[in-house]
């Protein structure tokens, strides 16, 4: 597969991850200033979990009620159904790379900035947790979780980047 055509199915991909998160909060700019996405790949494992910062607040999806204004639906099955197509892209991410005959990124931590429509990643290709033997991917996203908390800002990821990602949400 040519790179050019490979770029654009991953960025469609990882716009996908994002905007099923931004669909989860009604695409809700005004109180929403990040969305935090992770995605797992690593082993035969496929994990994809989310936190936001709303009105200024590092936030749970179970939480949302409490940090945001506006009411969300958080019932079992609207959640499940969040994590449910967020790992369906992971899933079709996992099958671009091994179609593509590339190595699959074992991590993918992304942050998406609504009012400003800027973007970052953190691609990993290490081991995270498949080589401890009481690690899992919920474990490494509650140490990333943490450390945003540490920060209270978004320190702990690359600044706001002006890449070809970010290019996606400003149209």
């Known amino acids: ?16 991850m ?15 200033d990040t969305i935090y996405v992770f995605g797992s790949l690593e082993g035969n494992i496929i994990a994809y979990e989310l936190i936001y910062r709303i009105n200024g607040k590092l936030t749970e999806v179970h939480k949302l009620n409490v940090a945001s204004k506006k009411k969300y639906d958080l019932s079992d099955a ?15 991410v996992r099958e671009l790379f ?11 931590k992304m942050a998406y900035f609504p009012k400003t ?21 919920g474990d490494i996203f ?3 979780v943490v ?5 209270d800002n978004q320190e ?7 890449g070809w990602f970010s290019k996606l949400f400003q149209s």
């Open 18 to 32: 994002i905007e099923i998160a931004f669909e989860f909060v009604d695409f809700n700019k005004k109180e929403v």
């Open 147 to 151: 450390e945003l908390k540490k920060s």
């Open 78 to 92: 609207r959640v499940i159904s969040l994590l449910r197509e967020g790992g369906k892209s992971l899933k079709e």
């Open 1 to 16: 597969m040519p790179t050019i055509e490979f770029d654009q199915k991953f960025q469609v991909l990882c716009e996908q």
């Open 117 to 137: 429509g800027k973007f970052n990643d953190d691609i990993s290709y290490d081991l995270h947790y498949t080589n401890h033997k009481e690690w899992t991917a």
């Open 156 to 162: 702990n990821m690359p600044n706001q980047d002006k």
């Open 142 to 144: 509650n140490q990333w």
């Open 98 to 108: 091994l179609q593509a005959k590339r190595e699959v990124p074992t991590l993918l």
